[in-house]
T-cell receptor, first 115, second 112 residues
Framework: GAVVSQHPSRVICKSGTSVKIECRSL??????MFWYRQFPKQSLMLMAT?????????EQGVEKDKFLINHASLTLSTLTVTSAHPEDSSFYIC???????????FGPGTRLTVT | DAKTTQPNSMESNEEEPVHLPCNHS???????IHWYRQLPSQGPEYVIH???SNVNNRMASLAIAEDRKSSTLILHRATLRDAAVYYC?????????????FGDGTTLTVKP
């Protein structure tokens, strides 16, 4: 089946630094990928829609200058958390649409801890 | 995005069938019903989706009400590995395809 990978699986960084998270669709092309954030014991919250070759679309309340998204190819989207703070610590999950089937595949998630 | 409502939690015994309900009274004609499940510290896993007719795959069955305002995910024989949070989501394949709005889901506990 289709697989979406994320790298790294977990990262610890110091407050004020930036962290980049990669999301790859391994066996299909994804024109559109999505980034979610999930806090403990809560549901997934959509942060932004990543479109290949164009600017990302951010959900209300998500700072586009803080969460930089780049979708440079049909198989790779990146999320950069800039000037990270402890409140950015969360589980970040990406997903990609397989447009030929309507199925949406999620990555395994990246656990970010900001100290 | 159309909203779905699910019970917060359900329990099942191992090897018994489980019926997970979902209400979506404001569903539009082009909304597909998708189900995902999530284990702790993992990304959601696709389970099944459908539009109007009941659907079966190797993981589960999806029963959709005739008026499409509700659906039920059926696990025919629950195993301990089926313990997870199950999300019912509506996705419009014509617009904002893939933009899934997650509710709180149903936490399924499977007892041995």
């Amino acid at each position: 089946g289709a697989v979406v990978s994320q790298h790294p699986s977990r990262v610890i960084c110091k407050s004020g630094t930036s962290v980049k998270i990669e999301c790859r669709s391994l066996d299909f092309q994804a024109t559109t990928m999505f980034w979610y954030r999930q806090f403990p014991k809560q549901s997934l919250m959509l942060m932004a829609t990543s479109n290949e070759g164009s600017k990302a679309t951010y959900e209300q309340g998500v700072e586009k200058d803080k969460f930089l998204i780049n979708h440079a190819s049909l198989t790779l989207s990146t999320l950069t958390v800039t000037s990270a703070h402890p409140e950015d610590s969360s589980f970040y999950i990406c997903s990609a649409d397989r447009t030929d089937s309507g199925e949406q595949y999620f990555g395994p998630g990246t656990r970010l801890t900001v100290t | 995005d159309a909203k779905t409502t699910q019970p917060n939690s359900m329990e099942s015994n191992e090897e018994e069938p489980v019926h997970l309900p979902c209400n979506h009274s404001t569903i539009s004609g082009t909304d597909y019903i998708h189900w995902y499940r999530q284990l702790p510290s993992q990304g959601p896993e696709y389970v099944i989706h459908g539009l109007t007719s009941n659907v079966n795959n190797r993981m589960a069955s999806l029963a959709i009400a005739e008026d499409r305002k509700s659906s039920t995910l059926i696990l025919h024989r629950a195993t301990l590995r089926d313990a997870a949070v199950y999300y019912c989501i509506l996705r419009n394949h014509n617009t904002n395809a893939g933009k899934s709005t997650f509710g709180d889901g149903t936490t399924l506990t499977v007892k041995p």
